[in-house]
């Protein structure tokens, strides 16, 4: 019973996982961002609650810009060959940007993206 009793003052919670892994898998997908800021020892770390929306804005940017190309695909079906192009470079963009902030915060690095970073921060400190 000792060897678990210091296991949790070493991570800092019960749930084995310091602030660095638990910001860094709230990128994963949406879910775990979502579970991190209800979860009572993550929701109280800034660090976390900051990555944790950062990945909601960024995953909801997503998904709006995927749904706008979509849309302009349909309306103009001209534009197909055009839309498709721009869509896997503004795909590989939003990996490398993904990659970047999962990446930093594992790292413990507060990496804040242009508009997404500041919508998060102030989520953060509520």
Same mark, same amino acid.
């Given at each position: ?10 991570? $800092? ?11 860094? #898998?709230? @990128?994963?997908?949406? #879910?775990?961002?979502? #579970? /991190?800021? %209800?979860?009572?020892? *993550?929701?109280?770390?800034? @660090?976390? +609650?900051?990555? =944790?929306? !950062?990945?909601? *804005?960024?995953?909801?940017?997503? &998904? ?8 302009? !695909? ?6 197909? /060959?055009?839309?498709?192009? =721009?869509? !896997? ?5 939003? /990996?490398?940007?993904?990659? %970047?902030? /999962?990446?930093? &915060?594992?790292?413990?690095?507060? #990496?804040?993206?242009?508009?997404? $970073?500041?919508?998060? =921060? +102030? !989520? =953060?400190? +509520?």
């Amino acid at each position: 019973m000792s060897d678990l009793k210091s296991d949790v003052t070493l991570n $800092g919670n019960s749930w084995g996982l310091s602030d660095n892994a638990a910001a860094g #898998i709230a @990128y994963i997908t949406i #879910i775990p961002a979502i #579970i /991190f800021l %209800i979860i009572d020892p *993550f929701k109280k770390s800034p @660090y976390v +609650r900051f990555h =944790a929306w !950062q990945s909601i *804005f960024f995953f909801v940017a997503w &998904a709006v810009i995927n749904i706008l190309v979509g849309l302009v !695909q349909h309306i103009v079906p001209s534009a197909v /060959f055009l839309t498709l192009t =721009a869509l !896997q470079l503004v795909g590989l963009a939003i /990996f490398i940007v993904w990659l %970047i902030v /999962f990446i930093g &915060a594992f790292g413990g690095k507060q #990496i804040k993206l242009p508009v997404i $970073g500041d919508l998060a =921060a +102030r !989520q =953060a400190e +509520r």
